[in-house]
């Protein structure tokens, strides 16, 4: 039986998009987990035709003992996919190891260190000033030599979801954050980069025998809180006919500097005064809605071509049809107890809009914003404007109100 190995997945965005895909192109379904609340008659996970239980999901060793079982019961192991952090180039490894389809294991693992990445990449235009702020150096040194740097980026090199990624534009918002991060992160190095302004992007990127095969551009509306949250997502972003050649010669030389050859990839990148710069960059497709908001828009699945590619297959990447696409996220003000969510129902009436998730279950403690995982609810609203999507999506989601318990 033809099968695919999932390594990790969520409830809910591209990771679990994936699994359903996967069914759907007839595909057995094996999906390796450390949650024993996804194998317990969960209908959440219908698709998955076998569970994997495994306590740490980097144990390589266990995993190669775990896949080398599941051969010799008889399933044929085509593919060994990940599309959570951090078992993206690990997954490619396994997959490696057994002789599949193979993608840019080095690339993808370079990807999934901010650090690293921004090292390998320093010397293109596209990198902004940046410093390595180690666990032993001063910080009356740094902040004597780099004040003028004030406002400013602080994050660790492993992250996603924009968790632990920091604003900072005072001195004791400098102490305070690294007292923060050397925390949660000891013993590591902290990358410190200059804040940019400027319309922000996320660039989603299939690689298929070195040749760019699919190029979307999305439009982000950020939340600055002190965090980097995105709560809007337009397709197609819209910029100057120059600026997307540019573009696209910069993710060209950076794609050529990382040898990406084979795989896909999401870039947040910044038009800074006409130029681009690189804000991230990540080794998979981004989370949440972002295969429906590209597929309502152009009618490509691209989550199936990404597969495809790890099967050894050609992607096809045709377009369908071209529509504007807007993507409202919900976030919430205060903290506490969900005791109900309404207006689900009202949303989905609105003209235009195609898709609602709620993502929280009541009773659930949620609260403001400190990553994208607190992101509540999502509106896709799509139209032949983008202000009309826009607008849509704006107004749909006036109908879903959070009532909470003070907590």
């Known amino acids: ?235 197609p972003g819209k910029v100057e006919m120059e600026e997307y050649r540019s573009l696209y010669a910069c993710i060209s030389s950076i794609l050529k500097q990382i040898d990406l050859s084979n795989g896909s990839c999401h870039m947040e990148m910044k038009l800074v005064q006409g130029k681009w710069k690189l804000i991230e960059i990540n080794p998979r497709m981004a989370g949440g809605a972002m295969n429906r908001i590209i597929k309502e828009g152009t009618g490509i699945n691209l989550i199936k071509e990404i597969l495809k590619v790890h099967l050894g297959e050609e992607p096809i990447l045709l377009e369908k049809r071209k529509k504007h696409v807007y993507a409202k996220y919900l976030t919430i003000g205060s903290r506490g107890k969900l005791l109900k969510i309404t207006g689900k129902e009202l949303a989905l009436m609105h003209d235009g809009v195609k898709y609602v998730h709620i993502k929280p279950l009541e009773g659930r403690i949620i609260t403001t914003p400190y990553s994208m995982g607190n992101r509540y609810a999502c509106v896709i609203a799509v139209s032949e404007t983008a202000e009309q999507a826009e607008a849509i999506a704006l107004e749909a989601a006036k109908e879903i109100k959070f009532y909470l318990e003070p907590f």
């Open 1 to 235: 039986m033809k099968t695919i190995v999932f390594i990790g997945c969520y409830k809910s965005g591209t990771s679990k998009e994936a699994l359903m895909i996967a069914k759907e192109m007839g595909y057995c379904v094996v999906l390796c987990t450390d949650k024993t609340k996804y194998m317990t008659n969960n209908p959440d996970f219908s698709e998955v035709d076998q569970f994997v239980y495994i306590e740490d999901l980097l144990d390589e060793q266990q995993m190669v003992e775990e896949i080398t079982r599941l051969m010799k019961k008889g399933k044929q192991i085509c593919a060994c996919i990940s599309l959570i952090d951090p078992y993206v180039s690990y997954a490619a490894r396994l997959s490696k190891h057994f002789g599949l389809a193979k993608t840019s294991v080095d690339s993808l693992e370079l990807m999934e260190n901010k650090i690293a990445i921004r090292e390998k990449l320093k010397n293109l235009p596209i990198t902004p000033f940046y410093i390595i702020f180690h666990p032993d150096d001063s910080l009356e040194k740094f902040e004597k030599d780099y004040k003028s740097l004030f406002p400013f980026i602080i994050k660790p090199p492993i992250s996603n979801g924009s968790k632990d990624v920091l604003f900072v534009e005072t001195k004791k918002m400098l102490a305070d954050a690294l007292r923060l991060l050397q925390m949660n992160h000891p013993n590591n190095p902290l990358l410190i980069e200059e804040f940019l302004q400027g319309p922000q992007y996320l660039v989603e990127i299939l690689v298929y025998n070195n040749e760019i095969k699919f190029l979307g551009l999305v439009e982000q509306k950020v939340l600055y809180n002190g965090r980097f949250i995105v709560t809007g997502y337009k397709f």
